[in-house]
């Protein structure tokens, strides 16, 4: 069962079209900045236009004066709600940079600022967290780091109670881990990753929402390899993660998101995997993925491709893995109950988000490569049909879907058998009409396993022009020697 | 793509794997000009084969984000007042009050009322403050501990911690949670008169110093008379509760 918790999107006013479009300019926004290496930025965090278009009224700039009244007002006012007040009209006025700009040059703004954030009064305490949370989401360093005095602070309130304040404090350090290397040098000898390990214990699901967010911000750091993952790994975090995403009653999918990208970080960059692995990794994300499966089954529930894609990618990296050979033998890697779950998911992402289907298609290649097992599985819950419709929707999972039918027919004539006769060769030939280079070469060295292994193969090919659909590659450099050996194996034998 | 009917119940089946076809390759099948060989696939971080998913990820994250920090609409409630002795706060709104409990009620030394924002320096405080086996293991061996959580070293005297605390976990050196004991001698449940005669602002009171409060006019202290606020020891807080309102210079008697 999952749990849903509240739904954090407000409704928007503008309309349906202009969404769509502003989605558009935002994912080229993102396309871009990935391919740059930039995806960990400050700038694309928060949506600015969206921003805007919601705020009644746009935020007020304020001078040196005002400020210092709102500060001197919070310090020593002396009516509870007028500190307050005080405090929340400097908020608003944070969130334009003019404002922060002439709030960080204000001598000890900062100062009496984190004075308030530390003070026994609760409601300012809360009310200066917000304050500094505007600060750390500043597009300009010099703001950023004007918070830097207080993040020993913040991290002492890790170990703190009251769940609202903590994971103010989760995303203000999730804001300032993505502001720059100098700012994480600051973080880690402050003993910021065994105060995340203290903190994940939280029976919240804000607080655990909030501290995955931060955490695999952290992790996504260009030094995280060499200077953050290691002391993660040796610390609890990664068992408390596991836990948390583990299928049952209490699985939360805004907090298992989150730790299935904290664990992908963590496993793609290779540091110790095989710990991961004894920890019991695979067992849990494969459990995780029939889990999914069946959720997929039972709700048009939004968001369950952002949980698939992390846990694709989590087990199709700890599969190559030496140590994963090891524990083949645990039921978990060997249960076909995976090979079904996955190809649910692959017609549910076919229909939500294709372009995700190549993620989905390389765990499967993962799965089948090395397993003759799985191979089978494939063919005895008759997937093979299926896999096959997936040939049209693009070349890069065209040319995923070949390789994976390769692997089975490379296992010799007992499963090219079962692939004959079927629609295999009519999807041939069609392949062999594509013009790309890759999705052709696959499909030769499909056929070559199949003129090898399966008696009548080369014969039906015949039959079926299958030499002129091999005829329009003669000349290409890289499918040249493959095809002039198919031409000879189907007219010599 | 439609997948068969049956699929579906063998999810929702028992695990189980299928009994392999037997597999019997042919050298042949791996002779030039044909090279597949079936292997796993590794992918590292900046990998393009990640653009798609990494690019759906930070939309939603974006989405996310966007609500994060303004203050959220509170359901409001009829007024209450929080029930601790002595506290009077009044509240509209639960979240409201969680966050006062915690920060003031919840880690509070029965000893001098200061409140931490953990446990651990809840303890940590204790240990330093108000036990008097501390201090005599303190002169022969490094007993202050680190504040930072995992940091397992230990030192001879709190001036030594705090040393490190700013070089090595690079701590401000004023940081608030980390203020040195400034009496002369322990603060023990047996000391009671000397607690009594030292006046409010000394150590075992809040002070206007101690940088718990910001602004120590406003700390919340309950409206007893002047002559009453004072730090009552440990074990003198046990004989008022249970017994009727006497001065605490009877209740010594």
């Given amino acids: ?493 | 793509m439609q997948l068969p009917p049956a699929l579906h119940a063998r999810l929702a089946g028992a695990p189980g794997s299928a009994e392999p076809l037997p597999v019997e390759r042919d050298p042949a099948a791996r002779t030039a000009p044909f090279r597949f060989a079936p292997r796993p696939v590794r992918f590292p971080r900046e990998h393009d084969f990640f653009e798609e998913g990494d690019v759906q990820r930070h939309l939603y994250l974006q989405d996310v984000l966007t609500q994060v920090g303004g203050a959220p609409e509170r359901p409001r409630v009829p007024e209450f007042t929080c029930q601790v002795a002595g506290c009077c706060q009044v509240f509209d709104a639960l979240e409201d009050y969680e966050h006062h409990y915690h920060t003031l009620h919840r880690n509070v030394c029965s000893f001098c009322k200061r409140a931490f924002p953990s446990g651990h320096l809840l303890d940590t405080h204790i240990l330093e403050w108000h036990d008097s086996l501390f201090q005599i293991l303190a002169e022969r061996q490094d007993m202050y501990q680190c504040l930072v959580e995992g940091c397992t070293e230990k030192f001879r005297t709190s001036r030594d911690r705090k040393e490190h605390l700013v070089m090595r976990h690079l701590y401000p050196v004023d940081f608030r949670f980390d203020k040195p004991r400034k009496s002369r001698g322990p603060v023990m449940p047996g000391a009671a008169e000397q607690v009594l005669a030292e006046a409010p602002g000394d150590d075992g009171v809040p002070s206007e110093v101690d940088a718990m409060e910001v602004c120590s006019e406003h700390v919340e202290p309950p409206p007893a008379p002047a002559g009453e606020r004072r730090a009552y020891s440990h074990r003198e807080m046990e004989l008022v509760s249970f017994s009727c309102p006497r001065t605490v210079a009877q209740n010594l008697a």
């Fill in chain 1, 1 to 493: 069962m999952w749990s849903r918790q509240r739904g954090r999107l407000k409704p928007l006013c503008c309309g349906v079209e202009e969404l769509r479009c502003r989605r558009r300019e935002r994912e080229a926004a993102l396309r871009k900045a990935r391919r740059e290496q930039q995806l960990v930025s400050k700038r694309l965090l928060r949506d600015e236009a969206l921003e805007e278009a919601e705020e009644g009224c746009v935020a007020m700039i304020f001078g040196e004066a005002e400020i210092q009244q709102f500060l001197r007002l919070a310090q020593r006012g002396t009516e509870e709600k007028e500190r307050e007040g005080a405090l929340v009209s400097l908020r608003r006025g944070l969130q334009r940079p003019e404002t922060q700009q002439t709030f960080i040059r204000l001598e000890g703004s900062i100062r009496t600022l984190v004075g308030l954030l530390t003070s026994n009064q609760a409601l300012l305490q809360l009310e200066a967290a917000r304050c500094l949370h505007e600060l750390s989401h500043s597009e300009q360093s010099a703001v950023v780091e004007a918070c830097l005095p207080a993040t020993s602070y913040l991290l002492t309130y890790l170990s703190g109670h009251s769940s609202d304040f903590i994971e103010l404090c989760l995303y203000t350090l999730g804001n300032l881990i993505v502001e720059s290397e100098a700012v994480r040098r600051q973080l880690l000898p402050q003993g910021i990753v065994p105060a995340l390990a203290a903190c994940i214990q939280s029976p919240h699901l804000t607080v655990l929402e909030a501290l995955g967010y931060a955490l695999s911000q952290l992790l996504q750091a260009k030094e995280a390899p060499e200077k953050i993952i290691p002391s993660v790994l040796g610390s609890t975090l990664p068992q408390h993660m596991l836990q948390l995403l583990q299928p049952g009653p209490k699985l939360n999918l805004g907090v298992a998101v989150e730790f299935a990208w904290c664990l992908h970080y963590i496993i793609c960059s290779q540091v110790n995997n095989a710990l991961l692995i004894t920890q019991g990794a695979l067992s849990t994300l494969g459990l995780l993925l029939l889990d999914l499966a069946g959720a997929v089954q039972r709700t048009e529930d939004a968001g369950l491709e952002l949980l698939a894609c992390p846990v694709f990618r989590c087990l199709s990296n700890l599969l190559t893995e030496a140590a994963a050979e090891a524990v083949g033998g645990q039921l978990q890697l060997r249960d076909e109950r995976v090979v079904a779950a996955l190809f649910i998911l692959l017609q549910f992402l076919l229909q939500k988000q294709p372009s995700l289907l190549p993620e989905g298609l390389w765990l499967l290649n993962n799965l089948t490569a090395n397993s003759p097992s799985f191979c089978t599985s494939l063919l005895s819950l008759d997937l093979i049909e299926p896999l096959l419709h997936l040939l049209s929707v693009s070349n890069v999972v065209s040319v995923l879907v070949l390789t994976v039918l390769c692997n089975v027919a490379e296992k010799g004539p007992a499963y090219c058998q079962r692939l004959w006769p079927g629609p295999l060769l009519s999807s041939l030939l069609d392949t062999l009409a594509f013009s790309d280079t890759e999705v052709v070469g696959q499909s030769l060295e499909l056929l070559q396993l199949l003129f090898l292994y399966q008696p009548g193969a080369a014969q039906a090919f015949l039959q079926q022009s299958g030499l002129q659909a091999l005829q329009r590659h003669e000349e290409v450099a890289q499918l040249q020697d493959r095809v002039h050996a198919l031409q000879q194996t189907a007219l010599h034998g």
